[in-house]
Each structure stands twice: as structure tokens, then as C-alpha cells.
């Protein structure tokens, strides 16, 4: 070790955050800087996607026609994680109302499928993969209805950024290329049709690697089409048809009736006040009140004396994880199927009772008693103010393995998020949306806007949304800094789909002192240590004393973060 550099030794000992300690600004957790502009801002995770939302809004275009032709580039780019065989959910401010208004774009489970049916097939659990998981696609739905109340430019304008990539090619970015590398090969491998025709025999019969050019025709021709015809292209006439015939010849049951009931549906998004900040998401059949549960159980504690990455910060993080967790487990579900208490979930009462159950060990815990890796997610805004939280998944993956002939997408397996287990608030249920794990959020302070953000990732998300928000209000954190801190995850418990856990155990990313890790254990926790799933962060601030936008890009992603 003689004579070997002061910067080497740091490295051997294993200090992986030398580089964000060097920042002459103090950020000791910043990967960057954030992203400052006037004029309007996109933050995706593919640079490609954010400059096709950034022309948009050049051209005038409104944050949400950005967001849909963000989107609809992604679904091309990134369809490890996104595209419209799958569901979407959006928050948008409106600067003309100025109000908050949630979009349910999720689907439904085909209307001709039983309970009886898994019964008499003997199965306990909705398949991961094949046609049975498939649900209506309501990602299209959800770009229409956005664009029919928010929208200025045509479609057609829209999609026109994504329909030339897709037919001229794009170079495949490095974790998409990793995650395409792994998923194509085991569809394959499963025997599923269409799988190689989609992507590989339009890209010279191999799957493209890092930097290599991409292109997906197919997925074209079904952009085009929607880009003409509307709406009706997608869930009406060939292409629907195009669709239920696939999966009914594999043995699934979606219909074109099914497509063509399907419709979108605004609902109020509901809020907790913390620390004098409003965080909104929206009501189930989604998770996202479970981070509102959360951070109302942790607002009773006084985090001005608990370090970030502290011990008692990650104890009590977690203990009110698993609170609000197995409350979730049992009440969230579609609320045209059941009954779900919003209201009392998240009343300061029922929050102040969850709280009193944390003690200094680790805790297993029960549902409250009341009366009564993948996803995308993005946030655009624009010189008008308006701003847009949105996230679009095909849930495990690419989704469901299946690819119906022609069309360039994969549909979602997200039924295989229902119970089978009769009599529980999310069994399944013939036109029932599945518990759905994808959440946008938003932060609004004194009834203005202040952040559109998100941190997509499965069950992780509520989790990452609050570990974001204490970022920002309690530790004081700029918006790239608070996404680019470690991160946790605590893992297991009871499930929306019955399963049940024991006390679970807590994921740690590198960066949080080994001293905790330790203190932890002595309090009872299992600790593990995971890479790639701690989620995917976007984010946008906005600075109204200034009147500049502030916006951050998940530094574990490939995205990007771009103003004008």
C-alpha cells in the first residue's frame, strides 16, 4: 500500500459516495445539479422522451401535450417498463382553475372470467405471465381524456415524434438494453407468440444491445393509427379485435366488448397536511394513500433531532411502513367493489392509534379494526403553469409475455394483482380493476403548486414517495438531492393479493452508515442489502417567489431532466 494515492485508498475502503462528497456546494447526496428554467420543464427516464416532450411544449403545447408525447415515446423506448398495453394514472394542476384533478386510466378484468374459473383450474394465484393476468390496456383512454380537457395541439402532433423513431430507429440506452436483454430471451424461452417478429426479426434478427439502433415498425402503424382515427382505433375495429383474438387463441378471455366498455375516469385526489405541506395522490384502487398513511403516523415524531440515515430514521420509517402496509393489504381495492375508508385511513385519530403500537423493536402488526421493476413515471410543466404528475406501467416487466401480431406492444399482466381468496376487499371479480401499485403524487403548499413528482417501482413506491418528501421538508433537501439520496426498502408483511409475511426485512442501498445497519439489527430487523429496487425518481419544483421551474432525473436510471 506504499505510496498509493490518498483517492485510491477512499475507494478500497469501500467510500462509495467520494464523488458527492467532493461537491464544492455542500449537496453531499446530489448526483447533479438540479435543472433550472422559466419557461417549462420535462423529466423523464430517457433523454429522447424528455427532448420529444421539451419540442412539444416549444411548439406550445401544453404540459399535458407533452406529457402525452413523452409518454407515448417511452412506451416505445422503454417498454421494459411502459406502453400501451398497460394502465395509467395521472395528477394534474390546472393554472386556469387552479385546482388538482386525478385520472383513474386503469382497466378492468374481462367481464367473461369467473372466480370459478381459477377455482376449477386449481389455481391459488393469479399467473405472473401468459393470457389469464391480461386486463383491459387504459393507458390510450388516458391520453385521450387528458388531451380532451388539457390538450391544445392534435394528437397527430403528439405521436409524430414517436412514430418517426420507431420507424427510423433510436440507439437503445444502457439499462433498457440490460433489462431488454433479459426479458426478450425469456419470453422466448416460454414459447409465447409474436415475441421474436415484434423485436427482433424487425431489428435484422437480433435484439439490439447498449447504443445499438432500435426500431419497432409495427408499434408505428398502430401510433398512426390512433393518431387518425382517434380514440376508437385502439379499443373498437381492428386493432381491438386484433387484440381479444390473440389472447382468446391463448386461452384467455379478453373480450372486444370488454375493450370497447372500457372508459377512464377523474376522480379528486385526497391529501394529508405535513409539516404545513399538502401531499396528494390519489384514492384506490391504487396504493398511493398508503404514503399519505405513512407520513401522517410519522408526522408525530420530532425529525429536527433524528439524523438522515439514522438509525431511529429508518426504524420508525419502517415501523410505520408496515402499519400502513397491512392496512392496504386489506382495505385497498377498487372502490366499485368495495367499501374502502378513505376517510378514517386517513383521519389524524386512526393515525395517532397506528402510531401508539411503534415501540424501540421491530414490530409485527395487523390491519387496523374500522367501523364501517417496472414502470415509467414523468412529470412535465409548462409557461402556463400547468404542471403534470403522471406514471404508465405494463406492471411485472414487459408485462404478460403476451404480444398480440402486428401491433409492436405487449399487454399487461397487472390481474395477477388480484386475490383469489374469497370474501377479502380485492378477490377478484369479473369487471373489477386490480389493486394497482402505480402512484403520480404531488406537493402543494399554501393551495400552490410547489413539487409534481414520482418514484415508480412496485410495492417500493409509497415508500419512495415518502422517503422523498421527508427528503425535502424535513431534512431540508433540493430536488435533485433528495432523489439522489440512499435509499431503503422493507420487504414483506401481508399482501393485496392474501398472501401474509412475518416482520419482513429492510433493503438497504449503499450510503447508509453500517453503524445503522447494526443498530438495526440489534432492534430486531433483518437487513439485506439489493440493487435495482429502490425505483425511479422524477421531479418537478416549482419556485414561485422566482418563477422558475426546478427539475430532477433519477441519477439510477438513463433519464434526463430538460427546460427551456
Keep these: 500500500m506504499k505510496h498509493v494515492p490518498a483517492i485510491c485508498l477512499l475507494f478500497i475502503a469501500g467510500f462509495s459516495l467520494l464523488s458527492a462528497q467532493d461537491r464544492i456546494t455542500g449537496n453531499l447526496k446530489a448526483s447533479r445539479s438540479p435543472v433550472l428554467a422559466q419557461n417549462g420543464m420535462v423529466a423523464t427516464s430517457h433523454p429522447l422522451a424528455t427532448q420529444v416532450g421539451l419540442d412539444i411544449l416549444k411548439k406550445g403545447g401544453t404540459a399535458v401535450d407533452a406529457a402525452i408525447a413523452a409518454n407515448a415515446a417511452l412506451g416505445l423506448m422503454e417498454p421494459t417498463g411502459s406502453g400501451i398495453g398497460g394502465d395509467l394514472f395521472a395528477i394534474v394542476w390546472d393554472s386556469k ?9 386503469s382497466g378492468r378484468s374481462p367481464k367473461a372470467l369467473s372466480l370459478d374459473y381459477f377455482r376449477k383450474e386449481g389455481l391459488e394465484k393469479i399467473p405472473s405471465h401468459g393470457p389469464l393476468p391480461v386486463s383491459v390496456p387504459g393507458a390510450v383512454s388516458g391520453w385521450f381524456a387528458l388531451h380532451e380537457k388539457f390538450g391544445t395541439l392534435p394528437m397527430a402532433d403528439l405521436l409524430e415524434p414517436a412514430i418517426t423513431y420507431a420507424e427510423k430507429g433510436f440507439p437503445l440506452t444502457q439499462l433498457i438494453a440490460w433489462y431488454m436483454g433479459n426479458s426478450i430471451p ?3 424461452r416460454q414459447g409465447f407468440p409474436n415475441i421474436r417478429e415484434t423485436y427482433i426479426a424487425q431489428n435484422g434478427g437480433r435484439l439490439p444491445g447498449e447504443g445499438e439502433i ?19 382505433a385502439f379499443y373498437n375495429g381492428a386493432i381491438a379485435k386484433t387484440m381479444a383474438d390473440f389472447i382468446q387463441s391463448q386461452g384467455g378471455f379478453l ?6 366498455t372500457h372508459t377512464a375516469e377523474w376522480v379528486t385526489p385526497v391529501s394529508v397536511n405535513y409539516r404545513g405541506y399538502d401531499v396528494w395522490e390519489l384514492p384506490p384502487n391504487g396504493q398511493g394513500i398508503a404514503a399519505l398513511q405513512m407520513l401522517q403516523i410519522l408526522e408525530g415524531f420530532d425529525f429536527s433531532n433524528i439524523p438522515f440515515g439514522s438509525p431511529q430514521h429508518l426504524h420508525l420509517f419502517t415501523e410505520a411502513k408496515k402499519l400502513a402496509f397491512e392496512d392496504r393489504a386489506k382495505y385497498y381495492a377498487d372502490p366499485d367493489f368495495a367499501d374502502v375508508p378513505v376517510e378514517t385511513l386517513l383521519s389524524d385519530a386512526y393515525a395517532e392509534s397506528r402510531r401508539s403500537l411503534i415501540s424501540e423493536r421491530a414490530g409485527k402488526y395487523e390491519a387496523g379494526e374500522i367501523s364501517a421493476g417496472e414502470t415509467i413515471y414523468m412529470t412535465t410543466a409548462d409557461r402556463f403553469g400547468n404542471m403534470v404528475s403522471l406514471i404508465q406501467s405494463n406492471y411485472r416487466g414487459m408485462g404478460s409475455g403476451m404480444v398480440p401480431p402486428g401491433l409492436g406492444f405487449m399487454l399487461q399482466d397487472r390481474g395477477e394483482l388480484f386475490s383469489l381468496k374469497e370474501g377479502q376487499a380485492n378477490t377478484f371479480a369479473p369487471g373489477k380493476r386490480p389493486f394497482h401499485t402505480i402512484i403520480p403524487a404531488f406537493i402543494t403548499r399554501d393551495g400552490k403548486p410547489w413539487v409534481s413528482f414520482g418514484v415508480m417501482g412496485g410495492d417500493f413506491q409509497p415508500q419512495g414517495h415518502s422517503q422523498i418528501v421527508m427528503n425535502l421538508i424535513d431534512f431540508g433537501m433540493n430536488l435533485q438531492e433528495a432523489g439522489d439520496a440512499p435509499r431503503w426498502d ?7 393479493t392474501g398472501e401474509t409475511g412475518g416482520t419482513g426485512a429492510i433493503r438497504i442501498e449503499s450510503g447508509i452508515p453500517y453503524e445503522t445497519v447494526r443498530d438495526l439489527m440489534d432492534r430486531g430487523h433483518q437487513v439485506r442489502f439489493a440493487r435495482g429496487v429502490y425505483g425511479g425518481y422524477q421531479a418537478i419544483l416549482w419556485d414561485s417567489a422566482q418563477k422558475v421551474y426546478h427539475g430532477a432525473s433519477e441519477s439510477r436510471k438513463d433519464g434526463q431532466a430538460a427546460g427551456y
Design 97 to 105: 382553475t387552479q385546482k388538482l384533478y386525478g385520472l383513474n386510466a
Design 186 to 188: 425469456f419470453f422466448e
Design 214 to 232: 432500435y426500431r419497432n415498425p409495427f408499434l408505428a402503424n398502430t401510433y398512426r393509427a390512433i393518431a387518425r382515427g382517434g380514440r376508437d
Design 255 to 260: 373480450s372486444v366488448e370488454d375493450l370497447a
Design 490 to 496: 422493507h420487504t414483506g408483511g401481508s399482501s393485496p
